[in-house]
């Protein structure tokens, strides 16, 4: 299913290379009208309000108004210098790559879009990317986290103010080297886009820094039977066990290989998502370590001040509007757009040339902290190891210890546009020139 998918965004790029038809962006450019998409009737349509309300904060914060309870019944218009801005939602379905095709074209060709913040989900920011290349004089601002979207073939006005997966991983590979002391690793994800990054992340830097990975181990969609899965981990030569995974519940993996490994904590690390889920587990995993791109507890005031913000102004009984995930990737990708568009004045001429370089120079005070771009428009920025511990209450929660401080895409050279797109096989593990926040504890 995944190579269908997969040829389905390429046969649609290349078909949108080759028949987009480049018109005028049509409406006023009194009114800079800035489109915004997400999936909101797909696999992940129930995250569509949460998408919508990141990108509606960015608004909010500059006056505007909701004109309903919910995100989508949409936000009013501010002013930027002498321009009115408005917020365009659009509609796509996540894995149907014409939906997302057709709404970037909508949203441009008949909305009038000057700016478009470009999906989430992985294969969007690759679409986004290919049509961007045929409307080079509008901006995309992309709220995605494939690496390729930027690492490879980048469109010169497409911005990335968001990490992508293996960036989110950062500080982790250092952590087993050093402080736990792995030199040896067993690696465990799905076998997907996504799973191949966690674990290029990772290796990017336990291999760089002398460790070997033993065996990397591919998940399926469901894992059913985890003895196996702890069967396939050699009992003696190594040292430990990454644990990345975006779909799988962590509890049947702890249970099975915690019978011959009871130290837990020192013997898995986990990606971010894994690191929420194992929070719930009885008994807690208490001093189980993670990286993710989002920070947890009160150590980041930016975060704290966003996250307040968050919840005072979307209020939702059901639990479903939540700040990180999604909403704060279309809330940077936003707010970047909000002001570099402030910094011109919003001033769109010569084929928002001036936006352009504006979004280049410019260093976004995001909830994450300080995001600044490379030559590939790409964000370099924190990434954050957390642990499972009890509060001073004795609670149980997720506390992020360290931040990782300027992570950029290639991981000091390790991943790059030269190298071979990670898969089941790649990155090699490879000793030697480590990046430069993995050298030191």
Known sequence: MRRSVGAAWAFAAIAVGLAVLVASCGGSHETIRVGVISDCRGQFGPYYEQSLAGAELAFIQRGARLRGAKPSDGVGEISIGSKRVALVPGCETWGTPTTTLAEARRLVEQEGANAVVAPFWFGDGLLARQYATVRPGIVFSDASTEPQTTLDRPA?????????????????????????????????????????????????????????????????????????????????????????????????????????????????????????????????????????????????????????????????????????????????????????????????????????????????????????????????????????????QGKLAIQTFKLVPDVEQTFGGYLGPQTPAASETQPRCTHGNPPAWARSR
């Not at 465990?188 to 830097?205: H, K, M, N, R, T």
């Open 156 to 392: 010169p006005n497409m911005f990335r103010f968001n990490l992508d997966w293996a960036q989110s991983i950062a500080g982790l590979g250092a952590y087993a080297y050093h402080v736990l002391g792995w030199r040896k690793v067993v690696t465990f994800s799905e076998d997907d886009p996504p799973g191949w990054q966690y674990v290029s992340g990772f290796l990017a830097e336990f291999c760089s820094l002398g460790g070997n990975v033993v065996r990397r181990l591919w998940a399926p969609a469901v894992v059913r039977d985890w003895r196996s899965v702890a069967a396939q981990i050699p009992r003696k030569g190594v040292d430990g066990v990454l644990f990345a995974s975006e779909l799988q519940d962590p509890a049947g993996f702890f249970a099975a290989y915690g019978v011959q490994h009871p130290d837990l904590a020192r013997r898995v690390v986990v990606s971010g998502l894994t690191l929420v889920h194992t929070s719930s587990l009885t008994p807690p995993l208490v001093g189980l370590v993670g990286s993710w791109d989002d920070p947890f507890g009160t150590t980041v005031a930016a975060w704290e001040r966003y996250a307040n913000e968050f919840q005072r102004t979307f209020k939702n009984p059901d639990g479903t509007i939540l700040p990180g995930g999604a909403a704060v990737n279309f809330y940077n990708a936003t707010e970047a757009l909000l002001e570099a568009l402030t910094r011109v004045h919003g001033d769109l001429s010569q084929n928002e040339s001036r936006l352009m370089a504006a979004l280049r120079d410019l260093q976004l005070d995001s909830p994450k902290g300080s995001i600044r771009l490379d030559g590939d428009r790409q964000a370099v920025g924190p990434a954050f190891l957390s642990r499972v511990q009890r509060d001073a």
